[in-house]
T-cell receptor, first 115, second 115 residues
């Protein structure tokens, strides 16, 4: 079974600075997808960024980018120019490329942004 | 507007009193799923459905039931709730895994407290 590990329960960043959230996963599959979700205090799950395992190029969405290291099974999220609105819980998630649509989530990282 | 709706958003109940949390999506998605979110554990899948009348257990199905009589609806049933089912529940939907679209759309969440 696949597992996802987020080793940082909490992180803090100064407004306008850069922060990196860590995520590692364990799988024997070669085809899969990885995601970062943001959960603000409203509890809504918001997709931040996604990465297909077969793509070597790291995904980027505006201030959000990932460092995808397939061999190391690592998928970190970098937030540049942090804003107060970035404060939230962030979840890393794995989805098999072959077996259904189930998402396997990490435990989450709370990101606090200081003004 | 494409969306997944859940009702109720908040529910406080007592042990043993049957309850149903409704989930509905307006995107004609085949796949629907229920997750529960607990501190330190992230989100875990309870049940899923690949299409009408096709349901299967996820990782934590004990104490829950589901049904899929219509494509748009996927209710979660707790026939005899217990305090360990106090949690935040999310319904999600997506196109079937065989399609190219793999993004899951999440409902707003239901906060359930069982006393």
């Amino acid at each position: 079974a696949q597992t996802v590990t987020q080793s940082q329960p909490e992180m803090s960043v100064q407004e306008a600075e850069t922060v990196t959230l860590s995520c590692t996963y364990d799988t024997s599959e070669s085809d899969y997808y990885l995601f970062w979700y943001k959960q603000p205090p409203s509890r809504q799950m918001i997709l931040v960024i996604r990465q297909e395992a077969y793509k070597q190029q790291n995904a980027t969405e505006n201030r959000f980018s990932v460092n995808f290291q397939k061999a190391a099974k690592s998928f970190s999220l970098k937030i540049s120019d942090s804003q107060l609105g970035d404060a939230a819980m962030y979840f890393c998630a794995y989805r098999s490329g072959e077996y259904g649509n189930k998402l396997v989530f990490g435990a989450g990282t709370i990101l606090r942004v200081k003004s | 507007e494409a969306q997944v709706t859940q009702n109720p958003r908040y529910l406080i109940t007592v042990t043993g009193k049957k309850l149903t949390v409704t989930c509905s999506q307006n995107m004609n998605h085949e796949y629907m799923s229920w997750y529960r979110q607990d501190p330190g554990l992230g989100l875990r899948q309870i049940y899923y459905s690949m299409n009408v009348e096709v349901t299967d257990k996820g990782d934590v199905p004990e104490g829950y039931k589901v049904s899929r009589k219509e494509k748009r609806n996927f209710p979660l049933i707790l026939e005899s709730p217990s305090p360990n089912q106090t949690s935040l529940y999310f319904c999600a939907s997506s196109l079937h895994s065989s399609s190219l679209s793999y993004e899951q759309y999440f409902g707003p969440g239901t906060r359930l407290t069982v006393t």
